[in-house]
């Protein structure tokens, strides 16, 4: 998740520095993974206006320019072709040090500059341009060029869990931010934009499961060639998102900004009733990508009368797409259920900023907000009248009481919480709880779909404290003294003797040929295989002997005249009901001298008493 810095202080603004801020949002579990400013430094560049133009008279294509600066006026020879009167432009002042050179009061072609007149990519903003960087007609003669632009500004790239769907909007960041930090939270609610026309669209949601909510609205009269404003363009590019149309990037914006994902249908395009369905096996859809795709009955779509307009929670269809002709659009926005989009994408190896989100959860109760939001957006930028919103709710997602002990708390944490603090952050992250004594029922709100258990809430209260604040402590805990037998030994300290006694551990397959059955342990129906890797492998053991003696002969195909060896493991027999049991065996073999061959004395073979006394 990338954002700027300066979006987000729009919403939350902490008393901190943008390292503080860092560090804030890494130690709560919100890692940030890069932090990189917008423009490399450079200084003494301000808004100017050209308010005279002439000729260069020593240069077919240089002017030479007089430039407002605010407080007074530069003469300054220029080559760009946009070089005209009224233009505002930034202008780098004598003294000033830019991205490759610096700046000095120079001849050009025998009449003298006081300065330069900078394109995006003198200031080190864009990689390539064709002349002087456009500034609107508003801005301020005089000011800095960082300060109008915002240039000094930062942006953040988060490295998310999957389970933190909810950071994925400069809302959610904030909110994290403002539980984080104390500060206040600055996002009004969004307003209902009131109807203006009767058209509305008719929708009819076939698979409520896995679209509990869907909202479409009629807005007609847009233009679709307006321009996207400076800074909402601005907003976007930070974010790591191109401005592409003026309606296209509304939805974008509003995805960034609340964490909606939406789409806007050419409503001139689509025929009859909006149907949300699943597809039908070898139904087709060309999306905006230029992919066609054949869908499985397991892919949710939105269709009209005709087929599939869009890819459900993924990609709107090339047949509905918005263009510079359209005059009359559809907005949806909906509630995708995760289990509905996850993998979806990724089958067509498409992925999408929309499925990103819907397969790790969006929140169900701001489908309406969001596309209120972004009519307001479509009214004030591309015009138009807006329709009444037609909002279909079936099956939403409940969300389950968990109740926080603050016993179990201070336990797992290992500090000492009171109720009145733990009280105080589930306020700030927004929980509805009621406190039982020491316990609190808690309620996650519904963009907090990692809220499941206890241990969910604890984590939560962790974060909010600080694991910095935490104390690194040896564990404790209360031991009980429980009777043991003396009679039974744990398998552990058998190996462990045996291992003192000079006997080496194996370990050999429980897969064995049935013949050894047969010789060995007498067993004429062994546990048969139904898929037999080998055909000496075909049945399972019934005791170690088997593949001890395996080891044995391997021992002695290579010239070991003394061999002690053991094993553990489990032997197999038929048994009712199960159709067979598995039990526990310990067996081991002494082949050759009771200790290894040394000059002090004579070598005895091992006998029966020998291993008598091992055991």
């Not at 009131?194 to 009819?204: F, L, Q």
């Not at 000492?416 to 609190?440: A, N, P």
């Not at 969910?456 to 104390?471: S, V």
């Not at 009980?480 to 194996?506: C, D, H, I, R």
Request: net charge negative; with cysteine.
């Amino acid at each position: 998740m990338q954002f700027s810095e300066h979006w987000l202080r729009q919403f939350v603004n902490p008393a901190m520095d943008s390292q503080a801020l860092n560090d804030c949002l890494t130690m709560a579990g919100l890692e940030v993974e890069e932090m990189q400013g917008v423009a490399p430094a450079f200084s003494h560049v301000v808004v100017a206006e050209i308010v005279r133009a002439e000729k260069h008279p020593d240069a077919d294509r240089l002017q030479v320019l007089e430039v407002n600066i605010g407080k007074q006026s530069l003469q300054i020879v220029c080559g760009a072709s946009n070089a005209r009167v009224g233009l505002k432009a930034p202008c780098a002042l004598v003294g000033a040090v830019l991205p490759e050179f610096e700046i000095k009061q120079a001849k050009v072609r025998g009449v003298e500059s006081f300065g330069m007149m900078c394109s995006a990519k003198e200031l080190g903003l864009a990689a390539e341009a064709s002349g002087l960087l456009e500034l609107p007609a508003d801005a301020a003669v005089g000011q800095d060029i960082r300060d109008y632009l915002q240039l000094n500004d930062l942006m953040f790239t988060l490295k998310l869990t999957p389970n933190r769907s909810d950071c994925l909007s400069i809302k959610g960041i904030a909110r994290e931010v403002a539980a984080l930090t104390g500060s206040a939270l600055c996002h009004p609610p969004v307003a209902d934009v009131p109807a203006t026309i009767a058209t509305k669209p008719s929708v009819n949601i076939q698979a409520e499961q896995a679209c509990p909510r869907y909202c479409a609205r009629s807005i007609q009269g847009v233009n679709a060639q307006a321009n996207t404003p400076d800074w909402m363009v601005q907003r976007l590019q930070r974010s790591g998102v191109r401005s592409i149309s003026a309606i296209v990037d509304i939805t974008n914006y509003v995805l960034l900004e609340i964490g909606q994902p939406m789409h806007a249908f050419d409503a001139d395009r689509l025929k009859g009733e909006i149907q949300v369905r699943w597809a039908k096996a070898g139904e087709q859809i060309a999306l905006l990508n230029e992919q066609t795709l054949t869908l499985a009955d397991d892919i949710l779509v939105i269709a009209d009368q005709q087929g599939p307009v869009a890819f459900a929670g993924v990609m709107g269809g090339a047949n509905s797409a918005v263009s510079d002709g359209t005059s009359n659009i559809m907005l949806e926005s909906a509630f995708f259920t995760p289990d509905t989009i996850a993998g979806k994408g990724r089958r067509f190896s498409i992925s999408t900023d929309s499925s990103y989100r819907f397969e790790r959860g969006v929140d169900f109760m701001q489908t309406r907000a969001a596309i209120e939001r972004a009519t307001a957006l479509v009214l004030e930028i591309c015009g138009g009248q807006a329709g009444e919103v037609v909002e279909k709710t079936a099956n939403l997602p409940a969300r389950a009481q968990v109740t926080l002990r603050l016993a179990k708390l201070n336990s797992i944490l290992g500090i000492t919480l009171d109720s009145d603090l733990v009280s105080q952050q589930l306020t700030r992250l927004g929980f509805d709880f009621q406190q039982q004594g020491d316990s609190f029922v808690v309620q996650a709100p519904s963009y907090r779909f990692d809220i499941e258990r206890e241990e969910d809430l604890i984590e939560e209260i962790a974060r909010l404290y600080g694991y910095q604040h935490i104390p690194a402590l040896t564990p404790t805990g209360q031991l009980a003294m429980l009777p043991q037998s003396e009679f039974t030994k744990p398998l552990n300290v058998l190996q462990e003797t045996l291992v003192a006694q000079g006997y080496q551990e194996v370990v050999t397959y429980s897969f064995v040929d049935a013949q050894w059955e047969t010789d060995l342990m007498a067993n004429t129906n062994p546990v048969k295989l139904h898929n037999p890797i080998a055909s000496d492998m075909s049945v399972m053991r019934s005791g170690l002997w088997g593949g001890l003696l395996e080891v044995l002969k391997y021992n002695l195909n290579r010239q070991q005249d003394r061999v002690r060896i053991f094993e553990t493991g489990a032997i197999y027999q038929h048994a009712v009901p199960a159709g067979f049991s598995e039990l526990k065996r310990l067996s081991g073999l002494v082949y050759g001298s009771v200790a290894p061959e040394q000059w002090g004395s004579e070598a005895k073979a091992a006998d029966f008493f020998d291993v008598k006394a091992d055991v």
